[in-house]
């Protein structure tokens, strides 16, 4: 079965760090570009970042860049979302997901273009 399951997500203060981790089961990730949504309640799914396959290329969100950094380890099969500097609205339910090329990094983050999701991990910001 291919599954993508997020893990990290939890209660942080303003200020505070995560750190999100995607692992991949069932295929190889490394095949895959990857990326990291959050939804919200009562908004619109949207893309942070994105990572090549090799990892050399990386878009974020203006409201992300600078605080959070996307990685991928394709030998562990497993991809990450440093979260720093955290903000009361990056409350959210956050998702990885795995988009097979042409697609490229800034399409699949901009319309949501993914194979593979997972099931969400939730990030709550909280004083």
């Known amino acids: 079965q291919l599954q993508l399951v997020e893990s990290g997500g939890g209660l942080v203060q303003p200020g505070g760090s995560l750190r999100l981790s995607c692992a991949a089961s069932g295929f190889t990730l490394d095949y895959y570009l990857i990326g990291w949504f959050r939804q919200a309640p009562g908004k619109e799914r949207e893309g942070i970042s994105c990572?090549?396959?090799?990892?050399?290329?990386?878009n974020y969100t203006d409201s992300v860049k600078g605080r959070f950094t996307i990685s991928r380890d394709n030998a562990k099969n497993t991809a990450y979302l440093q979260m720093n500097s955290l903000k009361l609205e990056d409350t959210a339910v956050y998702y990885c997901a795995a988009a097979v090329p042409p697609t490229s990094i800034q399409a699949m983050c901009a319309h949501a273009r993914a194979d593979y999701w997972g099931q969400g991990t939730q990030v709550t910001v909280s004083l």
């Open positions: 990572i090549s396959r090799s990892g050399r290329n990386t």
